[in-house]
């Protein structure tokens, strides 16, 4: 799919659309040779490496739901209408216009991330944002904090920030973007 899309980016066919194929293809895989998906072999072409999950994947799932559950339940009471509407990659969207609000939302039902209002910021600026977060409330990890193309702001964040940074969007579109961050110890 790499190969007929093209494109660096993937933009002609979507690297959304060729993930969701791949994943499609392993489950077929791992469903054939009785494996479950984390544990597919084929993902990495090494029979030794195998995607970690939290406890069990059956307990994580569990838990998961139930925190989406919660967290639904008092989104509506605090948000009322709308609080329930979905954003990107399935995430809630509520009308939250500060992120303090949404961390002490999130608090009362599981740690996470959240999204920031439109403004111009600069990477420093949004560096000094999230570090009170991190220090007041018990996030463990945040994911795409930056542009996926200042690599100095990641790497001056990742050194310092004390948890976990998931540079998704900055890695996930070519091997040679994840080797980049790699090199560039992120």
Known sequence: ??????TQSKSKFGAYAIQE???????????????PLYHFSELTGNPEVFLPVPVSFRE??????EVYHSLTNVMKK???????????EGRFAPHILENIGALELLEKNIIGKTRYPD????????ADLHK??????PVVSMEDLFDQEDWKAWQK????AGIQVVGDDLTVISP???????SCHL
Do not use: S
């Not at 009170?132 to 409330?137: A, G």
């Open 1 to 6: 799919m790499i190969e007929m899309d093209g």
């Open 21 to 35: 194929l791949f994943l499609a293809i392993c489950k077929v895989g791992a469903a054939e040779k009785g494996e």
């Open 60 to 65: 994580a799932m569990h838990t998961g739901a």
């Open 78 to 88: 605090k948000y009322e209408k709308g609080a329930t509407d979905v954003g990107n």
């Open 119 to 126: 403004q111009q910021i600069t990477p420093n600026q949004l």
């Open 132 to 137: 009170p977060f991190i220090w007041e409330y």
């Open 157 to 160: 964040f990742t050194t310092r």
């Open 176 to 182: 040679e973007r994840l080797a980049k961050a790699v």
